[in-house]
């Protein structure tokens, strides 16, 4: 079955980076985009950005443009997102998903790895 | 950027129908999908492109989307469907959510 799984948690002092994985197994790596997604605590999902594991080809939110950096390794079927500059109000669990494509028609989030508590505090 | 406006909560009898609007600017031109969310836990993928649900869903989910309006309809409804429930859109190459709403089953 399709399965995201995804690192512990961190935490994190504030101007500082930290570095989420997500290992996917179930199903060819590359055939579909891995999005990640955040939801601080109370608050409702965010969505910060994809990654083509194919191409390697990104797209970032506007909202993180410039501190969010999304990668992958194919040859363990993981994609990495590094958000920099952490602020206080980046305290938030991090969650990575698929979806089929980057199209209006494949758009659905069909799975959705446990989530990565991140916490920035002095 | 695109907005999509939900209520903050909707409330239904137990066995009853509740149903879960999502506003958005001419919504009924997107495909529209719908997350549950229970607390703890992550996001579970409920219906997709409108009206269809994934494997291992329930009929008693069910979607429409036309005009500047989509809805999740949950009939029958059951204990275990009291979670928040978010819509959520493909526009421009980037997904947009809405905020939200909280099912309580009374």
């Known amino acids: 079955q399709v399965q995201l799984v995804q690192s512990g948690a961190e935490v994190k002092k504030p101007g500082a980076s930290v570095k989420v994985s997500c290992r996917a197994s179930g199903y060819n790596f590359t055939d579909y985009y891995i999005h990640w997604v955040r939801q601080a605590p109370g608050q409702g999902l965010e969505w910060m950005g994809w990654?083509?594991?194919?191409?390697?080809?990104?797209n970032d939110a506007q909202n993180f443009q410039g501190r969010v950096t999304v990668t992958r390794d194919t040859s363990i079927s993981t994609a990495y997102m590094v958000l920099g500059r952490l602020r206080s109000d980046d305290t938030a669990i991090y969650y990575c998903?698929?979806?089929?494509?980057?199209?209006?028609?494949?758009?659905?989030?069909?799975?959705w790895g446990q989530g990565t508590l991140v916490t920035v505090s002095s | 950027s695109y907005e999509l406006t939900q209520p903050l909560a909707v409330s239904v009898a137990l066995g009853q129908t509740a149903r879960i609007t999502c506003g958005g600017n001419?919504?009924?031109?997107?495909?529209v999908h719908w997350y549950q969310q229970k607390p703890g836990q992550a996001p579970v993928l409920v219906i997709y492109?409108?009206?269809h649900r994934p494997s291992g869903i329930p009929d008693r989910f069910s979607g429409s989307n036309s005009g500047n309006t989509a809805t999740l309809t949950i009939s029958r409804a059951q204990a275990g469907d009291e979670a928040v429930y978010y819509c959520?859109?493909?526009?421009?190459?980037?997904?947009?959510f809405g905020g939200g709403t909280k099912l309580t089953v009374l």
């Open positions: 001419n919504i009924g031109g997107k495909n």
């Open positions: 990654i083509n594991p194919n191409s390697g080809g990104t």
């Open positions: 959520q859109v493909w526009d421009r190459n980037t997904w947009v």
């Open positions: 492109r409108d009206d």
């Open positions: 998903s698929r979806s089929y494509h980057n199209t209006d028609y494949y758009s659905a989030l069909d799975s």
